[in-house]
């Protein structure tokens, strides 16, 4: 089984490359993919630089050119639900894309023609992920994933995108992988810890609790990959 695990900045990945201890190193695209084995496993880690259109040629890459067959995504989200806090994990049940808006011809926010403003994570990985927290006693949060090409930090269109997509967490990704996974059938999950708020404060949080909130997720892809 080859799995794919995908981060958007080094640091989500850096707790990753830092626990297989050894990795290949490939160069492709302007980017950098790291091949391992684990318990039996093809691994292939990547991270793909922040925003949307960085996020699916990464995410096609590890699927079309390294053949992995399952994709788990690794990282960090601004908080839009007001019950969740700084360290908490979240795993995606549906991710949508906030910026993108063709409203002005009826359609709904998150929405193009022959598309879905949702994108469902896959079932399974979801029950695996519960399961690995209730076996490691982890609080696992559940909830949609917002992604948009912006870094939120303000309460305004915090609110905006909460109210409008029902969502729990922003960020830069993730639905881009939900779209190119959709479409190359390949199943995946995208589990964040949360850094911030995505209020006026975020920039300072982030900064402060990218490290950390990383590591909390790349830990928890890592107890995922001993139950696959
Ligand atoms: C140099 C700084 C790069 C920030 C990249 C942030 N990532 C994007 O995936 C996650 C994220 C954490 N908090 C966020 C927020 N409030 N809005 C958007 N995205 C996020």
């Known amino acids: 089984m080859k799995i794919a695990i995908?981060?958007?900045?080094?640091?989500?990945?850096?707790?990753?490359?830092?626990?297989?201890?050894?990795?290949?190193?490939?160069?492709?695209?302007?980017?950098?993919?790291?091949?391992?084995?684990?318990?039996?496993?093809?691994?292939?880690?990547?991270?793909?630089?922040?925003?949307?259109?960085?996020?699916?040629?990464?995410?096609?890459?590890?699927?079309?050119?390294?053949?992995?067959?399952?994709?788990?995504?690794?990282?960090?989200?601004?908080?839009?639900?007001?019950?969740?806090?700084?360290?908490?994990?979240?795993?995606?049940?549906?991710?949508?894309?906030?910026?993108?808006?063709?409203?002005?011809?009826?359609?709904?926010?998150g929405y193009v023609p022959e598309g879905s403003v949702y994108v469902d994570t896959d079932a399974s990985l979801r029950a695996l992920a519960h399961k690995v927290a209730k076996a490691q006693n982890i609080i696992l949060q559940e909830g949609i994933i917002a992604t948009g090409d912006q870094f939120i930090c303000d309460g305004v269109k915090k609110e905006w995108i909460h109210t409008t997509f029902k969502a729990d967490a922003t960020e830069m990704e993730g639905a881009s992988v939900a779209v190119v996974c959709d479409a190359l059938k390949i199943p995946f999950c995208v589990l964040r810890a949360i850094s911030d708020a995505a209020d006026m404060d975020a920039g300072f949080s982030f900064d402060e609790f990218l490290v950390s909130s990383a590591k909390e997720s790349a830990q928890f892809i890592i107890a995922m990959l001993d139950e696959l």
């Open 6 to 109: 995908m981060g958007a900045m080094v640091e989500e990945i850096t707790p990753l490359l830092d626990f297989f201890g050894t990795y290949e190193t490939l160069e492709f695209a302007k980017n950098r993919y790291y091949t391992t084995t684990y318990k039996g496993m093809e691994l292939v880690i990547a991270y793909s630089k922040i925003g949307k259109v960085n996020a699916s040629l990464t995410a096609t890459t590890l699927i079309e050119k390294f053949g992995a067959e399952q994709l788990l995504f690794s990282g960090v989200a601004g908080a839009l639900n007001p019950n969740l806090r700084i360290g908490d994990v979240l795993v995606a049940t549906a991710l949508a894309q906030h910026d993108l808006d063709i409203t002005a011809f009826g359609h709904p926010h």
